[in-house]
């Protein structure tokens, strides 16, 4: 069953910590992206990667790190920069040709 | 920068009502167009791809337009049901260039 998987569901992070959201496909999928969605807005880009060690910066990165050492997994680290971390991070994913799409289910950070 | 609007925000209709949702951009240099469906919580479902050289893409009940020179696509949905309620949000994605951008959504209620 191919597909995009995250976890968690849900995160709580503390005030000064730096937590770590997964991403994971099997889609074979070169490109994968990491997207923040807030209330009433649209999807705003974070990082992204087109090929494994390489990645860029996207409209949003300040707080914000990732790493790609495999092709399948694409995490991302929210800093303790990130002052408004609240919201619903997702990742997607699309093949070679650029073409459609693919998200995972989303992780909701909450801070505590 | 690619500017994406949709209006109206949230949009209520008996069920059996065609929908109509509109997408407009403001850069006309697209590779293509992408319709999304999201549920509340969840991730993003590919609904619809439109390439630039097409004017319009079906899927049984779904029917997608587009026109470049104005800067506008439609999502026609036929014969709506409370299962189509949801968020659907349009992206576009420039020529050379990897990423969308996503406007902030028409939430759909479909009253039974």
Known sequence: ?????????????????????????????????????????????????????????????????????????????????????TAFYLCASTGREQETQYFGPGTRLLVL | KQEVTQIPAALSVPEGENLVLNCSFTDSAIYNLQWFRQDPGKGLTSLLLIQSSQREQTSGRLNASLDKSSGRSTLYIAASQPGDSATYLCAVRLLYDYKLSFGAGTTVTVRA
């Not at chain 1, 099997?26 to 999807?43: I, T, V």
């Not at chain 1, 990667?49 to 707080?63: C, L, P, R, T």
């Not at chain 1, 790609?68 to 694409?74: G, P």
Request: proline content about 5%; overall charge neutral.
């Open chain 1, 1 to 85: 069953d191919g597909g995009i998987t995250q976890s968690p569901k849900y995160l709580f992070r503390k005030e000064g910590q730096n937590v770590t959201l997964s991403c994971e496909q099997n889609l074979n999928h070169d490109a994968m992206y990491w997207y923040r969605q807030d209330p009433g807005q649209g999807l705003r880009l974070i990082y992204y990667s087109q090929i494994v060690n390489d990645f860029q910066k996207g409209d949003i990165a300040e707080g914000y790190s990732v790493s790609r050492e495999k092709k399948e997994s694409f995490p991302l680290t929210v800093t303790s920069a990130q002052k408004n971390p």
